[in-house]
């Protein structure tokens, strides 16, 4: 798809390695890895619970009704929220973890057969986001895969190793695809729309990409950001914490960050750029950030669900006519990724702010 090719990089070291070797060492952190001001400006909250909905009470008749207000209060006040009972097996749960950190345990030469090529854009292992040589660098590297429609995929960028990779990525983004399917389906009746089928369509063929992220461990963690600031520009994303180890951050309308603290085995689902749009600024898509831990390594894989190519990303009409008009300018769904893929992520001003009306 076009929009992945678009999210070409500059070349930049290998983070994972680098920190093999300097966390060792007593050198201070790589210049064009500090950001201290950024990291310190702004106060952190700890251990204040994300909402969470329960997938398993949105399908049942007898509490859909009392889960879809939680689940609308979520998208809107936080654009962020806990998924439990999401029905996606245990055992596959731990594949898809087991896998992943598999791959990232490959030697570096080894991880290299599916890096990034000039051509492919984003796809393949590597880095994004890197448009000058000034540029400060983030503390993380990423292997970022087209999964659907299943003609989209390329398999030179897919792990063969560990042997079992493809097979299990497979079947998670078939499960992903299922939940984020209900998902939409509960928003649509949220959004009160009597035809939901105007929201389905714009997702139509379910494209869905991962990008999962290697975020080393870094001895002089309050210097460096493992992601920089951002909102997502998909729809729908759908966050698996692969270990243990949290970082996650998003923003609250009073300027600070919460540090995100996911109950066990639940899914991070927020709301992309997309369907803030589409929802005509009633649902949120919230600015997030993630920050590296001092002596573990952290490992998160994030589905994202994007909309159908060649539709028009704006505000349902629906929806629109009900808020007496539309809040956001209508844009191609392609001139809206190059522009996203052209930007440094540098917040929700640079990208989303720039189609409200
Ligand atoms: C992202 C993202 C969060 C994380 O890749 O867009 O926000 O915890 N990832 O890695
Ligand atoms: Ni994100």
Redesign the pocket.
């Known amino acids: 798809m076009a929009h992945a090719k678009t999210g070409r990089s500059l070349p930049v070291p290998n983070v994972q390695a680098l920190a093999q070797t300097w966390n060792g060492s007593t050198e201070e952190v790589p210049e064009r890895f500090v950001r201290t001001e950024e990291v310190c400006a702004e106060e952190v909250v700890a251990g204040c619970a994300l909402p969470v909905v329960d997938l398993g009470r949105l399908l049942d008749p007898r509490t859909s009704e009392e889960e879809i207000a939680n689940l609308g209060s979520a998208c809107q006040q936080w654009g962020f929220f806990q998924l439990i009972n999401h029905g996606v097996p245990d055992e596959l749960i731990l594949d898809v973890r087991r896998d992943i950190a598999e791959f990232f345990k490959l030697p570096l030469e080894a991880k290299k057969a599916y890096a990034q090529l000039p051509e492919s854009g984003l796809e393949g292992y590597g880095q994004a986001f890197v448009f000058s040589e000034t540029q400060k660098l983030d503390w993380s590297d990423m292997i970022y895969l087209m999964l659907r429609p299943k003609e989209s995929r390329d398999m030179r960028f897919w792990p063969a190793q560990p042997p079992s990779f493809r097979s299990t990525v497979d079947r998670y983004s078939a499960e992903a695809a299922r939940v984020v399917s209900c998902l939409l389906r509960f928003m649509a009746a949220d959004m009160g729309l009597e035809q939901p089928e105007s929201l389905f369509q714009v997702f139509r063929g379910q494209p869905q990409t991962m990008k999962v992220t290697y975020y080393p461990p870094c001895t002089q963690a309050g210097k460096v950001l493992g992601?920089s600031p951002?909102?997502?520009a998909c729809g729908l994303?759908l966050l698996l914490h692969v270990n243990d180890v949290h970082g996650l951050q998003m923003r609250t309308d009073d300027g600070k960050w919460l540090a995100v603290e996911p109950l066990d085995g639940a899914f991070i689902v927020?709301i992309g750029d997309i369907l803030e749009i589409l929802s005509n600024g009633r649902y949120r898509s919230a600015e997030?950030r993630v920050v590296v831990h001092p002596n573990k390594e952290r490992i998160a894989a994030?589905m994202f669900h994007q909309v159908c190519p060649d539709t028009t990303v704006g505000p349902l009409p629906e929806v629109a006519k009900g808020d007496a008009g539309p809040r956001f300018k209508s844009v191609s769904h392609s001139d809206f990724m190059k522009r996203f893929f052209s930007t440094k992520l540098d917040g929700r001003r640079s990208h989303l702010d720039h189609y409200r009306i």
């Open positions: 992601l951002h909102t997502d994303t927020n997030h994030a």
